[in-house]
């Protein structure tokens, strides 16, 4: 079985400073590990993907995430937060079950950015 | 591409009655998902159909919930009948031999 779990409920930045959003995952095999960003009222989007190549993974809109296996982490940043990034993040885990492959979800991080 | 589409975004019905949430997923996709996000339990898998064959439906909540997949490019949840703790945004997701979700922008459901 895999599980994520994301460390901060709430994350409160300023614009134009760095942003971490911290993810440690739990898997019995090389997992592969997304992010998903959630604007408000909004459907899931996509920001990047980890499966087992490069373990710095760049994304869209500037985010990037690294793969730690020996910290078993996927912690998602971006050097200077925008008012635009305020939005709720979730870490994703894919796992195998039968013949199709599910997603588990974080708990999301709720992401504010400061004027 | 147009994406995952859903429909209706928005649906406000009253205790009792039927609903139906609609989703058609990217062309060529071959997996096809259900999630209800709650603020309360967050995303939970409700269904997934592979080849539009049901694989894991241990995730609907009740008998009165129920998905079909007749084809390829369509998928119905049904809710019948509805009830006032069924609010939720649910979202459709589609995806190539497992891989990358695509979700569609949600339905968003109240019932009075």
């Known amino acids: 079985a895999q599980s994520v779990t994301q460390l901060d409920s709430h994350v409160s930045v300023s614009e134009g400073t760095p942003v971490l959003l911290r993810c440690n995952y739990s898997?019995?095999?090389?997992?592969?590990l997304f992010w998903y960003v959630q604007h408000p009222n909004k459907g899931l989007q996509l920001l990047l993907k980890?499966?087992?190549?490069?373990?710095l993974v760049k994304g869209i809109n500037g985010f990037e995430a690294e793969f730690k296996k020996s910290e078993t982490s996927f912690h998602l940043t971006k050097p200077s937060a925008h008012m635009s990034d305020a939005a709720e993040y979730f870490c994703?885990?894919?796992?195998?079950?039968?013949?199709?492959?599910?997603?588990?979800f974080g708990s999301g991080t709720q992401l504010t950015v400061l004027p | 591409d147009a994406g995952v589409i859903q429909s209706p975004r928005h649906e406000v019905t009253e205790m009792g009655q039927e609903v139906t949430l609609r989703c058609k997923p990217i062309?060529?996709?071959?997996?096809l998902f259900w999630y209800r996000q709650t603020m309360m339990r967050g995303l939970e898998l409700l269904i997934y159909?592979?080849?539009?064959?049901?694989?894991?439906d241990s995730g609907m909540p009740e008998d009165r919930f129920s998905a079909k997949m007749p084809n390829a490019s369509f998928s119905t949840l049904k809710i019948q009948p509805s009830e006032p703790r069924d609010s939720a945004v649910y979202f459709c997701?589609?995806?190539?031999?497992?891989?990358?979700?695509?979700f569609g922008a949600g339905t968003r459901l109240s019932v009075l």
């Open positions: 994703v885990v894919l796992g195998s079950s039968g013949s199709a492959r599910q997603l588990t």
């Open positions: 062309s060529g996709h071959n997996s």
């Open positions: 997701a589609s995806s190539l031999q497992g891989n990358i979700q695509y």
């Open positions: 159909f592979n080849n539009n064959v049901p694989i894991d």
């Open positions: 980890y499966t087992s190549a490069a373990t």
């Open positions: 898997s019995s095999y090389s997992p592969s």
